[in-house]
């Protein structure tokens, strides 16, 4: 199978995990559902559960679908749009379709990653809601946050590399 089949696959399935679970998770939300919380886990701002569906599906998917969109019609812009390292190398047009192609595949993954962490979030919001008062767990949120935004942080550092040592 190849990577670009997998990160179909890989985004497909995180997309289709976050659904799965936000519909069962709305039946264990309260009617009123504290979805903001200070730095020491309090709630201190709320939503119907009704609006927090409707929210936390439309930013994870929206987001998600955002980055895979931009990707996909990169090919379309002219190749002067394009920032990245050794730019002259990789903006002739025999290498922009390569560039395209290999964005538009680190799209799918760097998307996925996202609907796996906002599917976490919203297991830590859908707990926090159990406890009265409602309280988040700020060690778990930091934990996943950290573990994240390590993965976006290896994601760019890669695709760079990809770049600079390609252009060699």
């Known amino acids: 199978m190849n990577s670009g089949r997998l990160s179909w696959i890989m985004l497909a399935l995180a997309g289709g995990v976050l659904l799965a679970c ?10 009123r559902v504290a979805t903001h919380f200070d730095a020491a886990g309090r709630a ?4 119907t559960r009704g609006q927090h569906g409707w929210a936390s599906l439309a930013t994870h ?4 679908g955002f980055i895979v969109g931009l ?16 730019k002259e190398y990789w903006r002739t047009p025999e290498r922009y ?8 595949e680190w799209s799918r993954w760097l998307a996925a990653v996202m609907l796996v962490w906002g599917t ?5 919001l859908v707990l926090a809601n159990q406890v009265v008062p409602p309280r988040l767990d700020s060690t778990a949120v ?5 573990g994240f ?10 695709l760079i590399l990809t770049f600079v040592r390609r252009a060699r």
């Open 22 to 31: 936000h519909v069962h998770w709305m039946s264990l939300l309260p009617e």
């Open 44 to 47: 201190n701002g709320w939503m």
């Open 61 to 64: 998917l929206g987001v998600a």
């Open 71 to 86: 990707c996909a019609v990169m090919h379309r812009l002219p190749p002067g749009m394009l920032n990245l390292p050794n």
């Open 97 to 104: 379709l390569e560039v395209c192609a290999f964005l538009r």
């Open 120 to 124: 976490l979030m919203d297991w830590q």
């Open 142 to 146: 930091w934990v996943l946050t950290g």
């Open 149 to 158: 935004l390590a993965v976006v942080l290896g994601a760019v550092v890669w």
